[in-house]
């Protein structure tokens, strides 16, 4: 009698009992007898849908994409990678250098420009010269006094010049006057002659000594 009460309120979807027809639970009646008959197909029915369930799960298993093992790279493709950063490597290099290059320059040309400023073209009168930089006041005040008078208002400069350096007096306006100049020092037996000085030569008082 107590299994005959429990198998009444049991509810049996219809999916399981491998029924067609509308997804809603077939009740057994409390009146329907317990017996060995009704025991097998509670059971069949039980095993079929857990078979059903289980069939639901591998189904879903195998649609469901699998997450991909992540693939050791080749020897060749190790290669190539290596190949690829070397040369990476080597760009950023070449790169890095022709920046430097360029900086480079452009600090060249920046002092470039200021010694031009500094020095700009201009033409003297050399008077003198000399290795030694030491002699060169020295030159600067014997030939002054070859012409005291002519050289009044002149002040001496020094340039650099290979291995020597020139003793210079002026700068002068034109290249007329530096050669009217020359021409009243050789009246007076003292060797001159023009010089134009570039942009950016450096040109520095000379003091005597």
């Given at each position: 009698?107590i299994?005959?009460r429990i198998?009444a309120n049991?509810s049996i979807?219809?999916?399981?009992?491998?029924?067609?027809?509308?997804?809603r639970?077939?009740a057994?009646?409390?009146?329907?007898?317990v017996?060995t008959?009704s025991?097998?197909?509670?059971a069949?029915?039980?095993?079929?849908?857990?078979?059903?369930?289980?069939a639901?799960e591998?189904?879903a298993?195998?649609i469901?994409?699998?997450?991909a093992?992540?693939?050791?790279p080749?020897?060749a493709?190790?290669?190539?990678?290596?190949a690829k950063l070397?040369?990476?490597?080597k760009?950023?290099a070449?790169?890095k250098?022709e920046?430097?290059?360029?900086?480079l320059?452009?600090?060249e040309a920046?002092?470039e420009?200021?010694r031009?400023k500094?020095n700009?073209?201009?033409?003297w009168v050399q008077?003198a010269?000399?290795?030694n930089?030491?002699?060169l006041?020295?030159?600067?005040?014997a030939t002054?006094a070859k012409a005291?008078e002519?050289f009044?208002?002149h002040k001496?400069?020094?340039?650099?010049l290979?291995a020597t350096?020139?003793?210079?007096?002026?700068?002068?306006?034109?290249?007329?006057?530096a050669r009217?100049f020359v021409?009243?020092?050789?009246?007076k037996?003292?060797?001159?002659?023009p010089?134009t000085?570039?942009?950016g030569?450096?040109?520095t008082r000379?003091?005597?000594?």
């Amino acid at each position: 009698s107590i299994l005959a009460r429990i198998v009444a309120n049991l509810s049996i979807p219809a999916s399981e009992l491998g029924v067609e027809g509308p997804e809603r639970p077939v009740a057994v009646a409390a009146a329907t007898p317990v017996t060995t008959g009704s025991q097998r197909v509670l059971a069949e029915a039980r095993a079929k849908a857990e078979r059903d369930h289980e069939a639901r799960e591998k189904a879903a298993e195998t649609i469901a994409p699998k997450k991909a093992e992540p693939k050791a790279p080749t020897a060749a493709e190790r290669k190539a990678a290596a190949a690829k950063l070397a040369a990476e490597k080597k760009a950023a290099a070449a790169k890095k250098a022709e920046a430097a290059e360029k900086a480079l320059a452009a600090k060249e040309a920046l002092e470039e420009k200021k010694r031009a400023k500094a020095n700009p073209e201009r033409i003297w009168v050399q008077v003198a010269g000399g290795a030694n930089e030491d002699d060169l006041p020295k030159a600067w005040a014997a030939t002054k006094a070859k012409a005291p008078e002519l050289f009044v208002g002149h002040k001496g400069y020094k340039t650099p010049l290979r291995a020597t350096h020139r003793v210079l007096t002026g700068p002068f306006k034109t290249d007329a006057e530096a050669r009217a100049f020359v021409n009243q020092l050789a009246k007076k037996g003292v060797s001159a002659f023009p010089v134009t000085s570039d942009a950016g030569q450096s040109v520095t008082r000379l003091d005597a000594k």
